[in-house]
């Protein structure tokens, strides 16, 4: 089964006076962690995202498009990434997400894909 795994972080992650090489080593952290998954055969996807102030939202109301700059609503975390993964159950995928770096900094969300294939089968 699919599980996008949202990593929730503070808003301030990273606000601190990391070093240039406390930032290596957190970014080889993750690409370790993403090449173990890749090689375990779950990494389907997943990505690091901008900072949410750099973001736009996108809605339709009464036919209108309304764009707005920045998140929509004051928050504390942001998404701060996503990873896309094939889990065995729900326990292998909280696993897997407790296995995330930024799991020590924030939180992950673990959430079943919808399967609409079997809708119609």
């Given at each position: 089964?699919?599980?996008?795994?949202?990593?929730?972080l503070p808003e301030t992650y990273m606000d601190e006076d990391?070093?240039?090489?406390?930032?290596a080593a957190?970014?080889?952290?993750?690409?370790?962690?993403?090449?173990?998954?890749?090689a375990d055969?779950?990494?389907?996807?997943?990505e690091a995202l901008q900072p949410a102030d750099?973001?736009?939202?996108?809605?339709?109301?009464g036919g209108e498009v309304v764009i707005s700059d920045g998140p929509f609503?004051?928050?504390?975390?942001?998404i701060g990434g996503f990873y896309l993964c094939e889990c065995r159950d729900l326990?292998?995928?909280?696993?897997?997400a407790a296995g995330i770096p930024g799991a020590r900094y924030g939180t992950v969300e673990?959430?079943?894909?919808?399967?609409?294939?079997?809708?119609?089968n």
């Open positions: 089964m699919k599980y996008v795994l949202l990593l929730h990391w070093s240039a090489e406390d930032i957190h970014q080889t952290e993750y690409l370790r962690y993403k090449e173990r998954l890749v055969g779950v990494f389907l996807a997943g750099i973001g736009t939202t996108v809605g339709v109301r609503a004051e928050i504390a975390e942001q326990d292998h995928a909280l696993a897997v673990v959430r079943p894909v919808f399967d609409y294939e079997a809708l119609v």
